[in-house]
């Protein structure tokens, strides 16, 4: 019988199937290749029109290609339909098909710009397997920027790492962390390993699996709070990447620095790519101009 | 953006910062033959600007690199400094 993976995220695609594409004046994409997820997002006259997220595999050219192909699915739309493309996150010089590969942190800005509003001045973009504070203008255009040291604490593939331990699904991570009658001491911050071997030892002790969750998500909060305050959080702050959809994590980060995140209604994942497919316009308009 | 360059050690941490927002506008880059070494290089940047950078080769050894320009004593103008007439480049130390 096979295992259950207990981190395997949802993967989906979505596409507006209200908007007719044919016809309009500017097909843009944007392909976030990171280093445990990657998304395509493809816009239409600036407007959201499809996207896919999927889990990054071993190739990233063709990691590329599936998310691509995936969000292109039942749109009656190819790649050649496609104006402009940009390729961005970890994996973004091997995105065969790009027309350009643009950082990350200026694609998350953006997108987070877009998915937040004018008014975000600081973006954590909480990844796959590296976090970022970003500082950005009005335009989304990034002016500061910080990264985390390089350890998954504080990222996607710690928590998947305890979501395998626990025997919990990824998604519900969020809500049992709240079925604490006390806030836990946070576990190790220092450390995926660390944290799992202090979570195995709790879990000897008879501490129930939901406050060992409630103890990492605290911990990191902490570890991602501390990366805030080194280059300072200023209003509005948003909360981008996959943990962004934790809740169990956000409000924590909340109750830490004592500032509410915007809240959106679309997949926070999705950000990096829908930077992408906005500087993807911006540039195809720019070379018509020329 | 403000790109920081350098590094770290037991007595602190050092940057050259260059500002990119007034590189933008500069057309002199007097960057590239103001500092002896040849560290700085123009380039395009993701929002199509361009703007000038430490070159990568140079990235990591910013300490022995900048050392000829940073006596301990009498220490005189920086060289990259005043010929960056954007006033774009700052150095922490």
């Known amino acids: 019988m096979a295992e259950k993976e207990f981190w395997r995220w949802k993967e989906y695609n979505w596409h507006d199937e209200s908007t007719d594409w044919n016809g309009c004046d500017t097909i843009t994409a944007g392909v976030d290749v990171g280093s445990v997820s990657s998304q395509a997002v493809i816009m239409v006259d600036g407007k959201l029109y499809a996207f896919a997220s999927t889990r990054t595999g071993s190739d990233s ?34 995105v065969p098909f790009a027309d350009r590969a643009i950082t990350e942190i200026a694609c998350h800005a953006r997108g987070g710009n877009h998915m937040y509003g004018s008014s975000v001045r600081t973006i954590l973009d909480m990844g796959g397997q ?42 519900d991570i969020g809500d049992l962390s709240f079925q604490v009658e006390k806030e836990p001491p946070p576990v190790s911050s220092t450390c995926v390993v660390f944290a799992k071997s202090e979570a195995s030892g709790l879990l000897r002790k008879g501490w129930p699996k939901n406050k060992v969750i409630a103890a990492y998500c605290n911990a990191m909060a902490h570890r991602v709070v501390s990366l805030l305050e080194r280059i300072g959080v200023e209003k509005d702050f948003a909360i981008t990447g996959g943990i962004g959809k934790n809740m169990g994590v956000v409000k924590r980060i909340e109750g830490e620095l004592g500032i509410e995140a915007l809240k959106t209604n679309s997949d926070t994942q999705i950000a990096g790519a829908l930077g992408g497919a906005l500087f993807g316009k911006a540039l195809l308009e720019k070379s018509r101009k020329k | 953006m403000k790109a920081n360059y350098g590094y770290m050690d037991g007595s602190g941490e050092f940057y050259i910062t260059i500002d990119t927002d007034l590189c933008i506008e500069c057309a002199d880059h007097g960057c590239l033959e103001g500092c002896p070494k040849g560290m700085f290089a123009i380039i395009t940047d993701d929002y199509d600007d361009e703007v000038a950078e430490i070159k990568g080769e140079f990235r990591k050894k910013i300490k022995y690199d900048c050392a000829d320009c940073k006596p301990v004593a009498d220490r005189p103008p920086l060289p990259c400094v005043e010929a960056c007439t954007a006033g774009a480049i700052v150095h922490s130390w």
Do not use: Q
Not at chain 1, 67 to 74: I, N, Q
Not at chain 1, 145 to 168: H, I, P, Q, W
């Open chain 1, 61 to 94: 050219p063709e990691s590329a290609h599936k998310a691509m192909k995936w969000a292109l699915e039942d749109t009656g739309m190819t790649l050649d339909d496609i104006h402009y493309k940009v390729g961005t996150g970890y994996g973004r010089v091997n």
């Open chain 1, 130 to 171: 590296d976090c970022k504070a970003i500082h950005c203008d009005e335009r989304g255009k990034v002016t500061n920027f910080l990264m985390n040291d390089k350890c998954a604490a504080g990222t996607g593939r710690g928590m998947e790492v305890f979501a395998d331990l626990l025997s919990v699904p990824i998604e």
